[in-house]
């Protein structure tokens, strides 16, 4: 008997063990049913979400195409435009230019003054320049190049020699 009711005893706690077990699997199918309908859930919430946001593209789109981008450039270049204008505006009230000018002008009345030193430098050149004879620069130029160039040369250079010029003696380098 004493075995008959230590097997008792095991059967019960079998059974027992059975019960939790079988309590158990039960909570976790129900938390994995729950958590399959929360997805669920969820996925026709972003479904949703999904159909409403391709909606608003759909909408953005169409009024993109309807959108007359000239109006909307004007729009832009006028907005842009009173924007600009205010800023130099500001920055002109702002702005002190006294002083620059002051140098500005300081730097004009310099360069004035240099300009009027070159134009009498250039009258006094003018002045030179006409004073010179083209004919005796020529024969100055053709001497002093026919020099150089060789004995048969130097004879056409002496030919040439102007009145002013000494005659130079190109074999023994001396000078008269």
């Known amino acids: 008997m004493n075995e008959l009711s230590q097997f008792k005893k095991k059967q019960n706690q079998i059974f027992i063990l059975v019960g939790i077990?079988?309590?158990?699997?039960?909570?976790?199918?129900?938390?994995l049913g729950y958590v399959t309908w929360q997805s669920a859930v969820l996925v026709n919430r972003l479904k949703a979400n999904l159909d409403q946001a391709e909606q608003a593209i759909a909408g953005m789109q169409e009024?993109?195409?309807?959108?007359?981008?000239d109006a909307l450039v004007d729009n832009l270049v006028a907005?842009?435009?009173?924007?600009?204008?205010?800023?130099?505006?500001?920055v002109i009230e702002k702005a002190d230019f006294s002083e620059a000018l002051a140098r500005a002008s300081e730097k004009m009345e310099a360069t004035q003054a240099v300009l009027a030193k070159t134009g009498k430098a250039l009258e006094g050149m003018h002045e030179t320049v006409q004073g010179i004879d083209n004919d005796e620069i020529a024969?100055?130029?053709?001497?002093?190049?026919?020099?150089g160039l060789g004995d048969g040369f130097q004879q056409a250079a002496e030919t040439r020699r102007p009145a002013g010029i000494p005659r130079t003696d190109?074999?023994?380098g001396n000078t008269e």
């Open 79 to 90: 907005t842009a435009s009173e924007r600009i204008d205010h800023s130099i505006r500001n």
């Open 21 to 31: 077990n079988f309590l158990l699997f039960m909570v976790l199918f129900a938390g």
């Open 139 to 147: 024969r100055r130029v053709s001497y002093h190049i026919l020099e």
């Open 63 to 69: 009024r993109f195409r309807n959108m007359d981008m």
């Open 170 to 172: 190109t074999g023994s």
